[in-house]
C-alpha cells in the first residue's frame, strides 16, 4: 500500500540552527501538506503547495519557514533559524486533490527537538 | 474561524464497551468532516468521513453522522477492543481549505 515516508523520525538540534525535514508523498498525488503539533496541542496547518508553489499557508508559517520540492519525489520543510518554541512533532501529507472531501495521507510524523 | 472542538481525554473503556467521542464544530461555510485515528508509533490515518449533512461515515466498526442542526459528528463504536487504544482526531476542511484539527482524544481498551 502506497505510503508518505518521512525522515528522520526524530531530529535533535541547537537553537539557532537550520533544519531541514524531508517527505516523500504517494507518487501520484499533487497536493502537499506541512502540519504540527507542539506536545499536548491540537494538530496545526503550516503550508500547502500544488503545482510547485504554495497555495495556502497559516500565520504560523513566517518568514523562517519554507518548502520546496527539489525532484520529482521529495517535499522539504525548511525552518531556517530555529526556536526552542518550534519544537514538535511535524507531519507531512499529501492527497490526489484538493482537501475538500478527499482524503490526505500523512506520514508518521518527525519528532523535532530544539534545545 | 472555523474550529472544532473535541471532549478531553484520556478515555479508558474496558474491552467490548460502547464508546462514544464527542466532537462539534464551528464553519461558516458547509465543510467536510473527517476522523483521523493515530496509532502509537504511526501517522495519522483517515477513519471515516463525511461530506454532507445527514451523512454517516463508518469504518471499522466506528460510525460518526454529520449533524448540521447541532454541528456535531460524535464518534461511536458498539464494542471496543484493546486495538482501538490510540489517540482520535475530529477534523474538518471547507472547501478550499487545509484541514482544521481538534486536539486529539487518547482513548485506552483494558482487556
Known amino acids: 500500500e502506497p505510503e508518505v515516508t518521512q525522515t528522520p523520525s526524530h531530529q535533535v538540534t541547537q537553537m539557532g540552527q537550520e533544519v531541514i525535514l524531508r517527505c516523500v508523498p504517494i507518487?501520484?498525488?499533487?497536493?502537499f501538506y506541512w502540519y504540527r503539533q507542539i506536545l499536548g496541542q491540537k494538530v496545526e496547518f503550516l503550508v500547502s503547495?500544488?503545482?510547485?508553489?504554495?497555495?495556502?499557508k497559516s500565520e504560523i508559517f513566517d518568514d523562517q519557514f519554507s518548502v520546496e520540492r527539489p525532484d520529482g519525489s521529495n517535499f522539504t520543510l525548511k525552518i531556517r533559524s530555529t526556536k526552542l518554541e518550534d519544537s514538535a512533532m511535524y507531519f507531512c501529507?499529501?492527497?490526489?486533490?484538493?482537501?475538500?472531501?478527499?482524503?490526505?495521507?500523512f506520514g508518521q510524523g518527525t519528532r523535532l527537538t530544539v534545545v | 474561524g472555523d474550529s472544532v472542538t473535541q471532549m478531553e481525554g484520556p478515555v479508558t473503556l474496558s474491552e467490548e464497551a460502547f464508546l462514544t467521542i464527542n466532537c462539534t464544530y464551528t464553519?461558516?461555510?458547509?465543510?467536510?468532516l473527517f476522523w483521523y485515528v493515530q496509532y502509537p508509533g504511526e501517522g495519522l490515518q483517515l477513519l471515516l468521513k463525511?461530506?454532507?449533512?445527514?451523512d454517516k461515515g463508518s469504518n471499522k466498526g466506528f460510525e460518526a453522522t454529520y449533524r448540521k442542526e447541532t454541528t456535531s459528528f460524535h464518534l461511536e463504536k458498539g464494542s471496543v477492543q484493546v486495538s482501538d487504544s490510540a489517540v482520535y482526531f475530529c477534523?474538518?476542511?471547507?472547501?478550499?481549505?487545509?484541514?482544521?484539527f481538534g486536539k486529539g482524544t487518547s482513548l485506552l481498551v483494558t482487556p
Open positions: 501529507a499529501s492527497s490526489e486533490r484538493g482537501l475538500w472531501g478527499t482524503e490526505a495521507f
Open positions: 507518487s501520484n498525488h499533487l497536493y
Open positions: 503547495f500544488y503545482n510547485n508553489e504554495i497555495s495556502e
Open positions: 464553519a461558516t461555510g458547509y465543510p467536510s
Open positions: 463525511a461530506t454532507k449533512a445527514d
Open positions: 477534523a474538518l476542511s471547507d472547501p478550499g481549505y487545509a484541514l482544521n
